[in-house]
């Protein structure tokens, strides 16, 4: 029986660390909102022009990814520009590939 829990706890420890979170952020305050993710949890982001299909609005998405443990930091600052809507997605980071050789990292 330990045998099986320490398993199980293991493969659910391991499981949790290879999730990440993909945050894309409509909104018009875009350089704010980022400056404040930024300076408080230190993440890095991509801010680029959005197009509302429906309503015909121009306004930014902040495309921001981070460890699943860090995402409650990015939901509280969200809460403070209620103009936000917030796509969050999970992703299983192991599936993940992430080319650093065209961005000189």
Same mark, same amino acid.
């Given at each position: 029986i330990y045998s099986f829990? *320490?398993?199980?706890t293991s493969k659910k420890i391991q499981a949790d660390e290879k999730e990440t979170v993909k945050f894309?952020?409509?909104?018009s305050h875009a350089? *704010? /909102?980022?400056? #404040?993710?930024?300076?408080? /949890?230190h993440l890095p982001a991509t801010i680029m022009e959005a197009h509302g299909a429906y309503s015909g609005e121009n306004k930014e998405m902040i495309i921001c $990814? *981070?460890? #699943?443990?860090?995402?409650p930091l990015v939901e509280k600052i969200l809460t403070k520009f209620p103009d936000c809507v917030v796509?969050?997605?999970v992703v299983d980071s192991s599936q993940m590939? $992430?080319?650093?050789? #065209?961005?000189g990292v």
């Open positions: 829990i *320490t398993s199980s894309e952020i409509i909104t350089q *704010t /909102l980022y400056e #404040k993710i930024s300076s408080e /949890l $990814v *981070t460890d #699943k443990s860090v995402a796509f969050k997605t590939i $992430v080319d650093y050789s #065209k961005s």
